[in-house]
């Protein structure tokens, strides 16, 4: 009797859960259906759901009228390079916090958590005429710094709580076996270190694929990721829904499955490690 | 001797990420303080005279900036209370027993990794356009009058917007504080007769004030910046029922070229996001000390 109750209990759990994520999934849902069917049945009324002529028709069209693979190229660039950088200033630092950590170490964490909270406007203006001078508008060099330097608290936070959670009672070990300090990171902490050093590489390619404050101020064409490439599809020009939705599946999909999959570093990397 | 070797070491390591950041806030920041005391238009590069708190004076006074301020106020906390209540209600929902736990996770978590600008776009036309978008179709279907969203409402539209792209946040790290939660005490406090509002109320919503603080904090911080949803839907229309500073800011630099009034506008956004920052920096330090 219980059990059929719990039973019962848990059919209706699945069909309100199922509701509530399908409606939140809802608008990907439609964009991916809508890339899939020509302009006349994208505003057809009533709308279409599945029984539409299925075709790739606006995938191709997006790759040879607006040069998808230019700009897909710029958001690689971008979110590696920016990756990259952070991390060759990011590791050394974390590392010494985590395990030589002074009185000043908190504050140093804080202060860098600070600078997260300027607004970007307050910074702009000089960021923008200083690019202009020096002729980095439109240049994926600029945006990498950019990008590096917006998520660089980020990354140093998010590897501190990894690095914090390896003993330091290995590293002595080490050091009492006589292991200098190149062969203590190469054979010690790296190997502990990697998952870690991954979860914040998948945050901050995210992160940076996502960034739609600088990369739409300060670039145009050259240097443009796909933030760019979308926003070129905010005025209408005739009946395009379909073409919008083939440009924006491709401008997702890749981060979403890239999302999907770390998940679980996500809450750890945004929240400062306050929430694990 | 050792231990003054590892702080040397450990300085010098810490070194580069620091001057950089430091580099990096320090030196802009000091240029828009800089340039917001001059009379400085991209269309007259040649002469920049000073003039004190004059562009202060003229953004302080412009309408538009008032107007901004209450948007930017009404759009951050419009979003927080929608993705705090939300987050804890789907939170709630995501912590039952169901199947397909797994899958339903990853549809309501999806909406968080697509770019603001996509996000936009596809509410914009797909979901609010008054003809072909699904709600106005919806609406019609159920016999009631479609509204156009982004012309009658446009503040309301960028709140629903970017409160459906930060909801999957707000659930992700409230449910990974309710799965923190002991069961133990949950079934005390059944056995002592609690109902479930009552477990809800004086079990799990205190064990999910940090969490909850921890949201609003880090949205703030990213909702005060709004730009890409507004640039690509309503340009801060009609008029500038949905400019928030951010965008005023940007407006000034890009398209009046008034580089002295939007830097004065920069430093008025600076002060504006750090007396919410000390004001939520005190509240998540109360929390963490607890």
Not at chain 1, 249 to 274: D, E, N
Not at chain 2, 97 to 113: C, E, H, Q, S, T
């Amino acid at each position: 009797m219980a059990r059929s109750v719990s039973i019962q209990r848990k059919i209706g759990m699945t069909i309100l859960a199922w509701s509530v994520g399908l409606l939140i999934f809802f608008p990907i849902l439609w964009t991916f259906l809508t890339s899939f069917k020509s302009e006349l049945q994208a505003i057809s009324i009533p709308p279409v759901f599945v029984d539409f002529h299925w075709t790739l028709e606006n995938y191709r069209t997006i790759q040879t009228q607006s040069n998808y693979l230019h700009f897909m190229m710029n958001s690689i660039y971008l979110s590696l390079g920016s990756t990259v950088l952070g991390l060759i200033f990011a590791i050394p630092a974390a590392w010494a916090m985590a395990f030589s950590p002074t009185e000043r170490t908190k504050d140093i964490l804080l202060w860098m958590l600070s600078t997260k909270m300027l607004p970007a406007v307050g910074v702009l203006i000089p960021i923008y005429l200083l690019f202009v001078r020096f002729g980095l508008l439109d240049s994926r060099l600029g945006l990498i710094v950019v990008l590096f330097l917006i998520n660089l608290p980020i990354i140093v936070w998010m590897l501190y709580t990894y690095f914090k959670e390896i003993p330091g009672e290995i590293l002595e070990a080490a050091r009492m076996d006589g292991a200098g300090l190149a062969k203590e990171i190469v054979h010690v902490l790296a190997p502990m270190a990697v998952p870690g050093i991954a979860s914040t590489i998948l945050l901050n390619v995210i992160l940076s694929w996502n960034e739609a404050f600088w990369t739409l101020n300060l670039t145009t064409s050259n240097a443009a990721p796909l933030t760019q490439f979308i926003a070129s599809f905010s005025s209408p020009q005739g009946n395009f829904y379909a073409k919008l939705s083939a440009a924006s599946m491709l401008a997702i999909a890749p981060i979403l499955i890239v999302g999907w999959f770390s998940q679980k570093q996500l809450v750890r990397g945004l929240t400062f490690g306050a929430v694990k | 001797m050792a231990t003054l070797h590892t702080k040397t070491a450990a300085r010098a390591m810490m070194a580069p990420a620091v001057i950089v950041l430091l580099i990096w806030m320090a030196v802009p920041l000091a240029m828009t303080l800089y340039f917001s005391t001059l009379n400085y238009t991209l269309y007259n590069p040649i002469s920049q005279p000073f003039v004190g708190f004059d562009n202060y004076s003229y953004f302080l006074a412009d309408p538009t900036f008032l107007a901004a301020l209450v948007n930017t106020l009404v759009l951050v906390v419009g979003v927080l209370a929608i993705t705090v209540i939300g987050g804890i209600l789907v939170a709630l929902l995501l912590d039952q027993d169901f199947y397909g736990v797994n899958i339903v996770r990853l549809l309501v978590i999806a909406p968080f990794f697509v770019m603001p600008t996509v996000a936009a776009l596809v509410w914009k036309n797909m979901m609010m356009n008054p003809v072909y978008g699904v709600i106005g179709q919806f609406l019609t279907a159920i016999g009631l009058t479609p509204i156009d969203w982004m012309t009658e409402v446009p503040l309301l539209s960028i709140i629903i917007i970017v409160a459906w792209q930060w909801l999957p946040f707000a659930t992700l790290i409230l449910l990974t504080s309710l799965q923190s939660l002991s069961a133990d005490q949950k079934e005390a406090a059944e056995m002592d007769g609690a109902g479930a509002l009552s477990i809800f109320w004086y079990i799990t919503l205190p064990h999910m004030s940090r969490a909850i603080t921890v949201v609003i904090l880090i949205q703030t911080i990213f909702l005060l910046s709004i730009f890409a949803e507004i640039l690509v839907t309503t340009q801060g229309g009609p008029g500038s029922q949905s400019t928030n500073i951010t965008y005023l800011v940007a407006q000034q630099a890009t398209s009046y070229g008034d580089i002295g009034a939007a830097s004065a506008g920069g430093i008025v956004a600076v002060v504006l996001a750090n007396i919410v920052a000390i004001f939520l920096v005190r509240l998540i330090g109360k929390n963490l000390d607890a």
